[in-house]
C-alpha cells in the first residue's frame, strides 16, 4: 500500500521513510462494482496513531478510498480523506456503492462514512467529487519534530453529522445563566478546540494539558456501527457519536519495558495510561450537574440523508438515555419550569439494516434493556420495539427462508435470530 520509487505518491513520503513505515492496510471491508470491474478498498493511517513526525509527508495511501481494477490491480483512481494522520482517523466503514441522482441524471457513486464526522461522496468511475471537497486551514502541532499537512479536506455536502472541533456556538444556551455557566466550564477543563486538534506533548512550555480532539478517535461513524442505505431512493442511514479523545504524547521511552523485541523507539507516543475529565459532562461540583453535557446536540444520532439533493432527510437519537439521566436533566434547578426534550440518546453506534418499507436499528430503551427498533425510513419515527438479549454490532441482516422473514443481529460471541410470524 505505500508506493515505492516510480509509483504514484512516493513523494508523499519524505525522507525515503516507505523503506520503514508500514500499517497503511485494508481496514474497514471491501466493497466493489462488478459491472465495472471496480473494487474499493478503504484504508488506515500509518504508524503511529498521534505521532508522525518519523513520516514526514502526507503518506499516501492512508485513510484513502482507493479503486483498483479488479483484473489487474491496477489504481484507477483515489482520494486520501487524512492528509499525515495523526488522530487514530482509520476508515472505519466499507464504502456504499449506490447510484443516485444528480446534476439531472443518474450517477453510479461511492460514499464514504468516516470517523471525523463527514461523508465524502464521488462518482465511483472517475472518482470526482459529487459536490465539491474544501481543504480547509488547520492547526499546526507544536510537538518537536512533528510536520502536519496545514489543510486537510471537508466536503462541502452533506453537511456533517457530527460537532467538528468545539467553539462557543455549540455550547447549550438553554436560558443565558445556561450558556454562561458552560462557557465557565469549557475554559476550566480546556474543552474548547479547533477541528483537527493536533495532540500537545509532555512537558510543553506553556504547561498545556491534554488537547480535546472532537471527533476522537471512537466518534462520528465507527467500526461497531456502519452505515445502512437504500439503493432505491438513494438514501443513507447514519449512526453517529459526537465523542472527543484528549490527547497528548509522551516520550516513547517510557513505555520501554523488557517484554519489547524492538530496539526501535518512537520519540513521541501516545500517552495510554493517563486520565482525564471527560468533555462531555459537567465536574460533580458545577452547576450544571445532572446535565448530560455542556454541548448541544445528541449524545449518539441516526441521520436520514438524501443522497440525490445532499440534505439531511431526519436526525434523531440513538437509543434512548437513561431514565436516571433524564430525570437529572429534567430536575436541574437552572431549567424548573422549561420544557426540554430529555432524550439526547447514547453514545455509541447503532447495527442497522434496510428493508423495502423500514430501517431496522439496535439500541437502549430508557430502561437500559436493548431493543431492535422499527423505524419509519421517510421520518424517523419509531414504529415498534423488540427487546432482544444482546445489542448487535456491525450491521442487521434479514432473509427469507420457505415464506418467513428472518431478522439476525451479531452479538459478542455469536447471534441473536429473530422471525416474523
Not at 153 to 176: C, F, H, N, Q, W
Amino acid at each position: 500500500m505505500i508506493p515505492r520509487p516510480g509509483e504514484f505518491g512516493h513523494d508523499t513520503w519524505e525522507n525515503d521513510v516507505w523503506r520503514t513505515i508500514g500499517d497503511v492496510s485494508s481496514w474497514a471491508p471491501l466493497s466493489a462494482d462488478p459491472e465495472r470491474g471496480l473494487v474499493y478498498i478503504p484504508t488506515n493511517a500509518p504508524t503511529i496513531d498521534y505521532y508522525g513526525g518519523h513520516r514526514p509527508g502526507d503518506g499516501l495511501y492512508g485513510d484513502s478510498v482507493i479503486a483498483l481494477d479488479v483484473k489487474t490491480g491496477a489504481r484507477v483512481w483515489h482520494y486520501q480523506m487524512v492528509k499525515h494522520d495523526i488522530w487514530n482517523y482509520d476508515t472505519p466503514a466499507a464504502p456504499i456503492v449506490m447510484d443516485v441522482n444528480h446534476g439531472g441524471r443518474r450517477v453510479p457513486a461511492v460514499f464514504q462514512a468516516t470517523k471525523q464526522g463527514l461523508l465524502f461522496s464521488f462518482n465511483r468511475e472517475t472518482g470526482e467529487p459529487l459536490w465539491p471537497i474544501e481543504m480547509r486551514p488547520v492547526p499546526p502541532s507544536d510537538v518537536p519534530g512533528e510536520k502536519l499537512s496545514p489543510v486537510q479536506p471537508v466536503p462541502t455536502k452533506p453537511a456533517p453529522y457530527s460537532l467538528l472541533g468545539r467553539t462557543e456556538d455549540m455550547l447549550i444556551d438553554y436560558t443565558p445563566e445556561v450558556r454562561r455557566l458552560a462557557l465557565e466550564e469549557a475554559r476550566r477543563i480546556d474543552a474548547l478546540a479547533p477541528y483537527f486538534a493536533p495532540p500537545t506533548y509532555q512537558g510543553n512550555p506553556e504547561g498545556k494539558g491534554p488537547v480535546h480532539n472532537c471527533p476522537g478517535g471512537a466518534g462520528g461513524v465507527n467500526i461497531p456501527g456502519p452505515p445502512a442505505a437504500d439503493p432505491v431512493t438513494g438514501v443513507i442511514f447514519i449512526t453517529s457519536t459526537n465523542n472527543c479523545f484528549r490527547l497528548m504524547v509522551v516520550p516513547g521511552t517510557l513505555h520501554d519495558s523488557p517484554e519489547q523485541v524492538g530496539r526501535t523507539v518512537s520519540r513521541w507516543t501516545s500517552n495510554h495510561t493517563a486520565t482525564y475529565p471527560s468533555p462531555r459532562s459537567p465536574l460533580p461540583n458545577s452547576p450544571l450537574q445532572g446535565l448530560p453535557s455542556i454541548f448541544k446536540g445528541p449524545l449518539g444520532s441516526i441521520s436520514a440523508i438524501d443522497l440525490n439533493t445532499g440534505e439531511y432527510l431526519w436526525t434523531i437519537p440513538h437509543g434512548d438515555m437513561s431514565q436516571t439521566q433524564q430525570d437529572a436533566f429534567r430536575d436541574n434547578p437552572l431549567l424548573k419550569g422549561m420544557k426540554i426534550d430529555t432524550n439526547l440518546g447514547r453514545p455509541g453506534q447503532a447495527a442497522m439494516g434496510v428493508t423495502k418499507s423500514l430501517l431496522l436499528a439496535t439500541g437502549q430503551t430508557a430502561d437500559n434493556k436493548p431493543n431492535l427498533f422499527a423505524i419509519d425510513k421517510k421520518t424517523g419515527r419509531r414504529l415498534a420495539a423488540v427487546e432482544v438479549p444482546s445489542l448487535g454490532q456491525y450491521g442487521v441482516m434479514t432473509y427469507m427462508h420457505q415464506g418467513k422473514q428472518y431478522v439476525v443481529l451479531s452479538v459478542s460471541g455469536g447471534f441473536v435470530a429473530l422471525a416474523l410470524p
